[in-house]
T-cell receptor
């Protein structure tokens, strides 16, 4: 089945550590996104990518980094510079504009907790 | 810049009552519109979408939404809700054409009580 997979589902990080969240899709989508979700704040865009080896900052990119070495993969690293990383992280993918509109497909999320 | 406003952060209703979750958007260009549903500790699932054509769109589980261009709204309705409809609902807009990204509202938490 085609879909988008995030791992791990739960992640614990000590203060000062970097952690990497995995996101893989087999939908052949060019665009991939990372969102952060906090209670009452909806989804806030961290980074997005529309093509391999290229990505753009979203609204809250500080303290995060990404890479897009393969079309299928878009890992997110939460660095020690992110002062309040505890949140629910969602990865999504979609076609890019010009390829026909479809909805964004979401993974099941990773809940990151700083301990 | 475009934006999406969900006017109610929480909506409590009784089972079998009708419900309307409100969504308004602001954009300088035409948009595609979406409603997503999120159950606790899960990702978002598409509920329905408006791309073009009929302004009334329906989902398989009884929800419907109507695109109103003059009021820039895309409200979600269901005539009779079930306990299982308890979830958070997100409205989203995508500008037509260009390389703009999907913009979400802050979500509406629907709680259906027995």
């Amino acid at each position: 089945d085609g879909g988008i997979t995030q791992s791990p589902k739960y992640l614990f990080r000590k203060e000062g550590q970097n952690v990497t969240l995995s996101c893989e899709q087999n939908l052949n989508h060019d665009a991939m996104y990372w969102y952060r979700q906090d209670p009452g704040q909806g989804l806030r865009l961290i980074y997005y990518s529309q093509i391999v080896n290229d990505f753009q900052k979203g609204d809250i990119a500080e303290g995060y980094s990404v890479s897009r070495e393969k079309k299928e993969s878009f890992p997110l690293t939460v660095t020690s510079a992110q002062k309040n990383p505890t949140a629910f992280y969602l990865c999504a993918s979609s076609r890019i504009p010009g390829q026909g509109v479809t909805e964004a497909f979401f993974g099941q999320g990773t809940r990151l907790t700083v301990v | 810049a475009q934006s999406v406003t969900q006017l109610d952060s929480q909506v409590p209703v009784f089972e079998e009552a009708p419900v309307e979750l409100r969504c308004n958007y602001s954009s300088s260009v035409s948009v595609y519109l979406f409603w997503y549903v999120q159950y606790p500790n899960q990702g978002l699932q598409l509920l329905l979408k408006y791309l073009s054509g009929s302004t009334l769109v329906e989902s398989i589980n009884g929800f419907e939404a109507e695109f109103n261009k003059s009021q820039t709204s895309f409200h979600l309705r269901k005539p009779s809700v079930h306990i299982s409809d308890t979830a958070e609902y997100f409205c989203a807009a995508l500008p037509q054409g260009g390389s703009e990204k999907l913009v979400f509202g802050k979500g509406t938490k629907l709680t259906v009580n027995p």
